[in-house]
């Protein structure tokens, strides 16, 4: 027979899909702080950086419907390049 375990005032982890990362965190700083106008991401692969542009890409699109300047985002090779107040429409 299967036994069921409970469990109170546990560490719960970050819920799927909340949790920033890295490189979304690092965008909300650039746009908010500092005169910079582009910056850029390098990764090891183009697959990596492919899997990464498309967590930047639903980032930027929620960004860009609530800022009239918004950011664009697009991968050359290994890297992803971020473009301040580029919004694309």
Do not use: W
């Amino acid at each position: 027979m299967n036994r069921l375990k409970i469990t109170y005032n546990v560490q719960a982890p970050d819920r799927r899909g909340f949790a920033k990362s890295e490189e979304v965190k690092a965008i909300e700083d650039f746009l908010t702080s500092g005169n910079a106008k582009n910056m850029c991401f390098e990764y090891d692969t183009k697959e990596e950086a492919k899997n990464k542009l498309a967590t930047i890409s639903g980032h930027k699109r929620k960004y860009n419907e609530q800022h009239p300047k918004g950011y664009d985002a697009y991968r050359v090779d290994k890297c992803i390049y971020i473009i301040r107040g580029a919004k694309v429409k």
